[in-house]
């Protein structure tokens, strides 16, 4: 990797030594006091772990240099999504192929979040959230055939804004918008580059369906660009999902 990158490392390991730091209780300790029972049922409104699948809409898109050959690894296709998210940890992969109905290409996206919750303020039903984060993932694409393939790894930080409402007592709703940036790298080689991306999401709970456990529904959105110092790999990504699973 090349040594103008080190700083990114730098910085982000302080960050993840951070966020472990911090009791993942998603910051609602700020917001209600121990000592009464209700309150400490309503500070775990929002720790929900889930199992979904679903549906994703991929696009990958050349944007170096034209007249090269770099637009080989570009697609526009449907895949498979799965998501287990976790207080704490999320993650996620996409899978395409001729499974889903792309014959000329195949792709994988997988990815996890490390992240921490923080209010901003709130009131018994709505809370407006500062979401730290450290991310990591593995994008790959590559033609029916071809020898060769893009592979791009990352590590990236970032911080954005949600909301998080209780609808009902056995409806919640959450959303945010997450900007980050670090750096990515192709795996078995020495060049690199910087990656920004932007994902928002947005989340529909419906608790206790069956004894404790409930329903989710979600929609995802991520925007990527791979500014790489290979123009050869220099991409646009971006993805709709939407899954449906459950929660424990």
Not at 82 to 93: A, K, V
Request: charge should be negative; hydrophobic fraction near 35%.
């Amino acid at each position: 990797m090349d040594n103008r990158y080190t700083p990114f490392s730098s910085v982000f390991l302080i960050l993840l030594t951070f966020l472990l730091c911090i009791p993942l209780e998603r910051g609602h300790a700020q917001m209600f006091s121990v000592a009464d029972p209700d309150n400490q049922r309503q500070r775990t409104t929002f720790s929900y772990t889930t199992l979904s699948a679903g549906w994703e809409r991929a696009d990958f898109v050349f944007t170096g240099p034209a007249n090269t050959s770099g637009d080989r690894y570009g697609f526009t296709g449907d895949a498979l999504m799965l998501r287990f998210e976790n207080p704490g940890i999320d993650m996620y992969m996409g899978v395409a192929g001729k499974l889903t109905g792309m014959d000329d290409h195949s792709y994988l996206n997988i990815g996890a979040n490390l992240f921490n919750d923080f209010v901003i303020t709130g009131t018994e039903r709505f809370w407006l959230m500062l979401p730290l984060q450290i991310r990591t993932s593995i994008l790959r694409s590559q033609p029916s055939g071809a020898e060769t393939r893009f592979q791009m790894s990352s590590f990236q930080g970032g911080a954005g804004l949600g909301v998080r409402a209780k609808l009902s007592d056995h409806i919640n709703f959450s959303t945010q918008v997450i900007p980050s940036y670090g750096f990515s790298f192709s795996q078995g080689q020495f060049f690199g580059g910087r990656q920004f991306t932007l994902e928002g999401s947005v989340r529909l709970y419906i608790d206790n369906l069956i004894g404790e456990r409930g329903l989710v529904f979600g929609y995802d959105y991520e925007k990527r660009s791979y500014d790489i110092d290979a123009d050869l790999y220099d991409y646009d990504f971006s993805s709709h999902s939407i899954t449906l699973g459950i929660t424990f």
